[in-house]
């Protein structure tokens, strides 16, 4: 079986981006700039936040994180992703999500502008990779696909099973798997029969957010299983799989921790360096 190891993964996508930066340095003579705006003070978003910028600098990007109260007004936080869509220094903006409940997270989403949407949030980049356009991608499923790729390049008639439906990881990462030639089904909570689907699958991405959901006898011999959970339980952090029993038939498997997470800001930061790039055209 094939550990994926993301933490690996993560330092070689960063080491190319940041040969990449150095040339965009002499070439444009300046560095693609990424701004994160923080709210409120939970810790699971700080730490977040913390590793973006501490990653963004190791690369050679231009960071910024911009931090409020979480009883700042919607209007404040608005108007400052307007300074920030009209800063040429700004290649990439943020906003870490959850929001406090008073701010509307579509309205926020739908200020940033969609050429500095790192997160491949905006309706516009929702619809260009839809639509299989040029377009932001969403980290969490670009890192999944990165890792995919490097385990199989070839994915055309390959059978794939997202479990999970939602706009930040199911539906995007339906979308990679679909421009790569897979037969894509999307599982989710209702789903009749989520092992007999899975059986099927040479693929699985889980992304529901069930404590090791995805049995071992859920899935098929030299599978490629993709974890993307994080879920905090009694004993300790684990992932929508169940990583002992699927690492027994699996061909490859993503640990929880250091599989996913660490790609989603590898793939932050290149997504940054691809809206800086697209800018300068
Ligand atoms: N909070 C947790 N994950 C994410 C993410 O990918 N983007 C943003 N903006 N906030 C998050």
């Known amino acids: ?60 990007l231009k960071s ?15 108007e400052k992703i307007e300074e920030l869509n009209n800063d040429e220094s700004v290649s990439g903006i943020l906003v870490q999500l959850p929001l406090p409940k008073h701010i509307d997270k579509q309205k926020v989403i739908e200020t940033i502008a969609p050429s500095k949407d790192v997160d491949g949030f905006h309706p516009m980049n929702v619809g260009n990779l839809s639509s299989g356009y ?42 990679l798997l679909l421009k790569e030639n897979c037969t894509v089904t999307i599982t989710h909570s209702r789903t009749k029969d989520l092992k007999a689907e899975c059986l ?5 991405v889980a992304a529901v957010g069930i404590p090791e959901l995805v049995k071992g006898d859920w ?25 002992d029993e699927v690492s027994k038939v699996a061909k490859a498997l993503t640990p929880v921790p250091g599989g996913v997470g660490p790609m989603t800001i590898a793939c932050l930061l290149k997504n940054t360096v691809e809206c800086f790039k697209r800018s300068q055209i």
């Not at 910024?64 to 608005?78: A, N, Q, R, S």
């Not at 390049?153 to 990462?173: E, F, T, Y």
């Not at 099927?200 to 699985?204: R, S, V």
């Open 200 to 204: 099927e699958a040479d693929i699985i």
């Open 64 to 78: 910024e994180v911009i931090k409020y109260p979480d009883t700042v007004e919607e209007k404040t936080v608005l």
């Open 134 to 175: 040029e377009s932001s991608v969403p980290c969490t499923p670009l890192g999944c696909y990165l890792m995919i790729k490097k385990i199989e390049p070839n994915l055309s008639g390959k059978k794939a099973v997202v479990v999970g439906r939602s706009n930040l990881n199911g539906k995007p990462m339906t979308q």
């Open 1 to 60: 079986m094939i550990l994926i190891d993301g933490k690996k993964a993560a330092a070689e996508l960063r080491e190319e981006l940041k040969q990449e930066v150095a040339e965009l340095k002499i070439k444009y003579n300046k560095v693609p700039g990424l701004t994160v705006i923080l709210i409120g003070d939970m810790a699971p978003s700080q730490i977040y936040v913390r590793n973006k910028e501490k990653s963004a600098n190791e690369v050679g």
């Open 219 to 243: 899935v098929k011999k030299d599978a490629i299983v993709i974890d993307v959970g994080i879920n905090k339980t009694e004993n300790g952090l684990v992932g929508d799989v169940a990583f």
